[in-house]
């Protein structure tokens, strides 16, 4: 069983950053593929990028690529996503998602086992 718990959320203008924090109790943290999902008013749930379980790969949206970076930290169970250039549409509620995911499943958000309860980023134009 694993609890995640992110933070970092808040309200940005157009062209800021912000930096999500995910962290996660249990010891097999580093087993986990963790992801980054996100979920904008009256649509579906998005993946936005995940990192492999030692960190060693990345993947991210298109819409993402560029402007987001993933990292883990296996010592301290924790996973970031560093966000810069934000723009009005990467407003959402974001996510941060742990499993047992295939390497070729990591943007599927069915795949992952646990889920946080989410941070909203607002970025106004």
């Known amino acids: 069983q694993v609890q995640l718990v992110e933070s970092g959320g808040g309200l940005v203008q157009a062209g800021g950053s912000l930096r999500l924090s995910c962290a996660a109790s249990?010891?097999?943290?580093?087993?986990?593929?963790m992801g980054w999902f996100r979920q904008a008013p009256g649509k579906e749930r998005e993946f936005v990028a995940a990192?492999?379980?030692?960190?060693?790969?990345?993947y991210y949206a298109d819409s993402v690529k560029g402007r987001f970076t993933i990292s883990r930290d296996n010592a301290k169970n924790t996973v970031d996503l560093q966000m810069n250039s934000l723009k009005p549409e990467d407003t959402a509620v974001y996510y941060c998602?742990?499993?047992?995911?295939?390497?070729?499943?990591?943007?599927?958000?069915?795949?992952?086992?646990?889920w946080g309860q989410g941070t909203q980023v607002t970025v106004s134009s």
């Open positions: 998602a742990a499993g047992f995911v295939g390497y070729r499943d990591y943007n599927r958000g069915y795949k992952y086992n646990y």
């Open positions: 249990g010891r097999t943290f580093s087993s986990y593929r």
């Open positions: 990192i492999s379980e030692s960190g060693g790969s990345t």
